[in-house]
């Protein structure tokens, strides 16, 4: 017997005047019942005790390497963002011993002739982290998808080898392959063949000049090196859903992308959530290597990331104190992007960092 139908027979029973205690009473019970099933979902926190600590000491000593690595080589550091309030000379010796201006550096960097480049700059930064990162994000789920489908254990090894092996090549090499690949068919262009082959292109494009394919460029060497790579998390996250799962689908009659869609992307989606939720931090220190080395004067305007910026202008002509200000810019932003996005998370109720 449902609550309406109590609350009906209360009303013929009792006259009107009691109908509303009795249906507050039940929005009530209502409330309290939802109240106590999210009670319920949350896991009680833990308290830290010395006797866990103790219990897990092995793992703390595990630990403890890496983080004297990450206070050293992290932390320590920061002394240096004194250099950003200062009028730095690496002749005067000491940090201590430089001239501090104030904020003269942060509004010499944000504002007027140099503000104006450093806007196109954190343009150019993020149009290709973001990018490259959802190309790259959702190439590795797809690749991980189809090789979870190879039932040929021998063949997917093989083709996870290949993939993987682009991984290992430095960014000189990567860069290298990619400007022969981009280049004309009398110098190797085999992407400007292949085009013309299938009549895409009724001439050669000189891709490297174009400034507005590079960003497309930079995603999709990014993509080529690290696809394989990527897929590895992914690959052990559809490892641990539960095979039987499967199996009960498979009697259902579910095909192969009915169970692709409706258990395996379901199933990985915390590790995709919490992906992303790091690599948010990332956005705005994309890869450094490949706008320098395939960046020219024809594409700078395209070309020129914070990192470039920083090198050209912060450490060739001298602008010590100029570079540390963009340094602390990405640093912020990487803070407030990875918080907001661990947030959101947090809100929709799916996996966080903390």
Do not use: C
């Not at 017997?1 to 507050?24: C, I, K, N, R, W």
């Not at 960003?215 to 490892?239: D, P, S």
């Not at 994309?286 to 320098?292: A, I, K, R, S």
């Not at 060739?316 to 104190?321: A, E, F």
């Amino acid at each position: 017997m449902t609550e309406t139908t109590v609350s009906t027979y209360a009303t013929a029973a009792s006259g009107p005047e009691t109908a509303l205690p009795l249906a507050t009473s039940s929005r009530a019970s209502r409330r309290k019942d939802r109240k106590a099933q999210k009670n319920i979902a949350k896991e009680p926190k833990r308290k830290i005790t010395w006797d866990r600590i103790w219990a897990q000491r092995a793992l703390m000593a595990m630990a403890v390497p890496l983080l004297l690595y990450q206070i050293l080589f992290k932390y320590v550091p920061a002394y240096g963002w004194v250099i950003a309030f200062q009028h730095y000379r690496p002749g005067l010796g000491s940090i201590w011993n430089q001239q501090w201006v104030g904020l003269d550096n942060f509004r010499n960097l944000f504002t007027g002739v140099n503000g104006k480049q450093f806007a196109n700059v954190i343009v150019n930064t993020l149009g290709q982290s973001l990018l490259s990162l959802v190309v790259g994000t959702v190439g590795a789920i797809v690749l991980a998808l189809l090789l979870n489908e190879v039932k040929n254990l021998p063949f997917k090894r093989v083709l996870q080898n290949i993939t993987y092996m682009p991984h290992f090549l430095s960014w000189v090499i990567v860069a290298s392959l990619a400007s022969v690949a981009l280049s004309l068919p009398s110098s190797g262009g085999f992407i400007n063949q292949a085009l013309l082959n299938l009549h895409v292109i009724s001439h050669p494009i000189l891709f490297l000049t174009q400034p507005n394919y590079f960003w497309q460029i930079v995603a999709g060497t990014n993509l080529w090196k690290e696809l394989g790579w990527n897929t590895i998390l992914y690959l052990a996250a559809i490892t641990a859903i539960d095979p039987t799962l499967y199996e009960a689908a498979e009697v259902d009659g579910a095909g192969r992308y009915r169970k692709m869609f409706n258990i395996t992307l379901p199933g990985i989606r915390p590790t995709i959530i919490v992906l992303l939720i790091i690599n948010s931090g990332w956005i705005l220190s994309t890869n450094f290597e490949l706008p320098y080395f395939l960046g020219n004067g024809l594409v700078s305007q395209r070309a020129q990331t914070i990192d470039v910026f920083v090198l050209r202008y912060g450490y060739q002509l001298g602008n010590y104190s100029v570079a540390v200000v963009a340094g602390i810019f990405k640093t912020i932003v990487a803070i407030i992007l990875v918080g907001s996005a661990n947030l959101a998370a947090k809100r929709f109720n799916q996996e966080t960092l903390v």
